[in-house]
């Protein structure tokens, strides 16, 4: 039992047990590989991202009515519609996973029952509200 004890002393004297701060090296190429990254994700506005399809009609007043209802019950949620003939699309929120947007999903579902999550561009400023 001494003798563990001396081994054990002996080990941390010797900084084996010390905490210490890890310094990683690496080539050069990987070096600007990741700078090159950096620069090229700085430049980049939009990313994939999730949105929630609240409706989708080619019944322009129905839309219209979609938007006016979803309007009065969250006024402060993004809101946004386009039309891809002979489609409107009305489309709310801005995640960054599908997982964040689940919550608000099932909520919405009672008074929307066709709400569905959809892969759209979105901008990281948007991401940050």
């Known amino acids: 039992m001494k003798s563990l004890a001396v081994i054990i002393l002996v080990l941390y004297s010797c900084g084996l047990f010390a905490q210490g701060q890890v310094n990683i090296s690496y080539s050069d190429d990987i070096e600007q590989m990741k700078n090159r990254f950096i620069s090229q994700n700085k430049q980049q506005d939009e990313i994939k991202g999730w949105r929630i399809q609240v409706i989708t009609t080619d019944d322009r007043r129905k839309m219209e009515s979609a938007i006016s209802k979803f309007s009065s019950m969250y006024p402060d949620v993004d809101l946004s519609w386009n039309h891809v003939p002979p489609y409107y699309r009305v489309r709310v929120g801005a995640y960054e996973n ?3 947007l689940m919550g608000f999903l ?5 008074d929307f029952p066709g709400v569905i999550p959809v892969v759209d561009n979105i901008q990281k400023s948007e991401l940050v509200r």
Request: aromatic content about 0%; overall charge positive.
């Open 106 to 110: 099932l909520d919405l579902k009672p």
């Open 98 to 100: 599908k997982v964040q």
